[in-house]
Structure formats: C-alpha cells, structure tokens
C-alpha cells in the first residue's frame, strides 16, 4: 500500500491523503486542532478527548489479505507501527495473520492470503 500523495494534501481546510487496497480507496484525514485555524476543529467528527481503541466496538477492525504476511510484519515493525499481537495462527479460524494498532486506535488485521478478488494481482 503506497498513499497516493507523497505528503498529505489540503482538502476543504483538511489535510488527508489516500491508500488504495485493490479497488478500495482507504482516506486517511489528519485531525484538525483549533491551533491550526480548521473550521473543523472540536467537531464531533474529531472528539477534543481523543480517539479510543476499536475493538469491541461496531467496526472491531479492518482486515487485509497479504500474499506473505512474515515480510509484512517485518515492514510494518520498521516502519515503527505499533504491533498488538505478533504474527499467529488463529486457532477459531485456521488463518496466520497479526494485528497493528493504525491511525487514530484503528485494529488493523493483515492477513497471510490472496489479496481480494482473487487473481487480479497474481496467476497463481
């Protein structure tokens, strides 16, 4: 996943830039703060207490499949993203995948599979 922008890029006052994960663009925002005069700031789209952890809640986490999920893991650590289960098999569902913590307290699952729809990227 590579963000579209190289640096995030103003949006009606809002600073944002993209992933897109096969045909799904993921828009990632910064949080406004009345420091920096957006008109968005305190709304309650960004709370003034901050934002919480998503497990347990209406969108647990986010999942994506990665053909190998070791030399993700290994990416993701250098880049410094928090890691908040290692690298495992799932024992209910009988898939490798491991768990960072993504912007704002987002759970994000990679998942050891084919990418979704299946042989777009690869013929295997």
């Known amino acids: 996943m590579k963000p579209q922008h190289e640096r995030a890029v103003e949006f009606f ?3 944002l830039n993209v992933v897109r994960v096969d045909n799904v663009d993921i828009v990632i925002f910064a949080r406004p703060t009345p420091d920096n005069g957006n008109q968005f700031a305190g709304k309650e789209l960004w709370p003034e207490d901050g934002f919480r952890p998503t497990e347990g809640s209406v969108i647990n986490h986010l999942a994506f499949s990665y053909v190998a999920a070791g030399s993700a893991l290994t990416r993701i650590k250098n880049a410094g993203v928090p890691i908040v289960q290692e690298l495992q098999i799932d024992p209910r569902h ?5 768990y960072v913590r993504g912007p ?3 759970l994000i ?4 599979d ?3 729809p299946a042989g777009n990227w690869s013929k295997k």
């Open 114 to 116: 084919r990418p979704i």
């Open 109 to 112: 699952e990679i998942v050891e």
């Open 94 to 98: 009988g898939h490798t995948s491991f």
């Open 104 to 106: 704002d307290g987002l």
């Open 13 to 15: 006052g809002v600073l």
